[in-house]
């Protein structure tokens, strides 16, 4: 990898407040789903696919988005002579 930078995919939201928002609709419509099926029966299971949406499909990749929320603009990646490393801005 001479000289080619390679970006993962980005899973971070616009703003902290927002990312976290969308993780309490994903997450409450997700057990929202799963703890009314004894009161509504399986009607209830129609909130999974919303929590799904809301978390934009995977739950753990919200997570991984979260942390890339939080890390924006904190840390800085360079890459040089093959070795890669992390710094903190200030």
């Known amino acids: 990898m001479n000289?080619?930078?390679?970006r993962g995919p980005d899973f971070a939201g616009a703003s902290l407040p927002r990312h976290l928002?969308?993780?309490a609709l994903g997450f409450g419509a997700l057990a929202a789903s799963v703890a009314c099926v004894p009161a509504v029966g399986p009607l209830?299971?129609?909130?999974?696919p919303a929590g799904l949406l809301a978390l934009r499909g995977c739950p753990m990749c919200w997570a991984?988005?979260?942390a890339q929320t939080?890390?924006?603009g904190?840390?800085?990646r360079s890459c040089a002579d093959g070795?890669?490393?992390?710094?903190v801005r200030r």
């Open 3 to 6: 000289g080619t930078k390679t």
């Open 21 to 23: 928002v969308r993780g």
């Open 44 to 48: 209830a299971l129609l909130l999974l």
């Open 64 to 66: 991984v988005g979260l």
């Open 70 to 72: 939080v890390s924006r």
């Open 74 to 76: 904190r840390l800085k």
């Open 83 to 87: 070795r890669c490393t992390v710094t």
